[in-house]
């Protein structure tokens, strides 16, 4: 049975339901006192809450523009502007892939704008991030010298070695992380990560899940990449290898977890962009 939560009296929340819980947190639907919607995230104690702790120092610092606002945070609630209930894997049902994608670019764009504010400190920087991936390559490497994290490795050591467009970064952009509000498209859910801006664009492609006849084709790879580079003014081919190489890390989570199915899929996902990547000069 669960306990009833313990909102910060200076919220004044009149009635709340709970909409869901996952691994990291609780996310409760609330009204306030002015009948205005209001999202509440209590972020659960765990091993790796960091992520979920940085997200607010991203949004405290975003505020605005196409991210959702964080109105307080105390403890571990953040309450935050309601973002609707509208997702933008809905669009590519209602209407197709590629006006979601055109959507995205436009977000990722806003988001991605250059700003005068100097970055929270708080913030993980790109490189930390793939630590999981250069840890998987360093232990195939000794038995499987040609694994695809081997190759991906080398990307990630080449591209992150040499960032462009340094940017706050969500770090976690995806069709069901971008919402419809009565602002417009907004982003919720950020990670916060500090690097090159073509990594906000990577998850995209490997979105939505369990979908790889879409995900895996080359003429949407293809498309998705001329999309974000031109709202970035980035190359695709530099757009396509952020995809390649946080694939191979996410790819290494899974084998991390022992999620065999979903590292395959992971895998597929980042070579058949691999391929798409090796068309660009």
Not at 225 to 238: C, G, I, V, Y
């Amino acid at each position: 049975m669960m306990i009833a939560p313990a909102f910060p009296q200076d919220w004044a929340i009149q009635e709340h339901a709970l909409l869901v819980e996952t691994f990291s947190s609780f996310i409760w639907k609330v009204r306030l006192l002015n009948d205005e919607i209001a999202i509440v995230k209590e972020i659960k104690i765990f091993d790796d809450d960091k992520d979920e702790l940085r997200g607010a120092h991203y949004l405290r610092w975003h505020n605005d523009g196409a991210c959702v606002r964080l109105l307080d945070f105390q403890d571990r609630q953040m309450l935050l502007e309601y973002a609707g209930d509208k997702t933008l894997k809905q669009v590519i049902t209602e209407q197709s892939d590629s006006d979601a994608t055109a959507i995205a670019a436009g977000v990722i764009k806003d988001l991605l704008a250059r700003s005068d504010k100097p970055a929270p400190t708080q913030l993980q920087p790109l490189r930390d991030r793939f630590q999981s991936l250069f840890e998987k390559a360093s232990s195939d490497y000794l038995i499987k010298p040609d694994s695809f994290y081997v190759k991906a490795a080398t990307m990630a050591e080449n591209l992150l070695g040499n960032q462009q467009n340094l940017r706050v970064l969500h770090g976690d952009i995806h069709h069901e992380n971008i919402m419809r509000s009565k602002r417009g498209w907004l982003v919720i859910d950020p990670k916060g990560l500090y690097g090159d801006m073509g990594f906000d664009t990577a998850n995209m492609f490997y979105n939505p899940l369990n979908q790889t006849d879409l995900t895996a084709d080359p003429a949407r790879i293809a498309n998705m990449a001329e999309s974000f580079a031109k709202a970035l003014n980035q190359s695709p081919r530099h757009i396509l290898d952020y995809a390649v190489i946080y694939g191979a890390l996410s790819a290494s989570w899974h084998a991390n977890d022992g999620n065999n199915a979903d590292e395959a899929e992971e895998l597929m996902v980042a070579s058949a962009i691999l391929d798409t990547s090796n068309h660009y000069f």
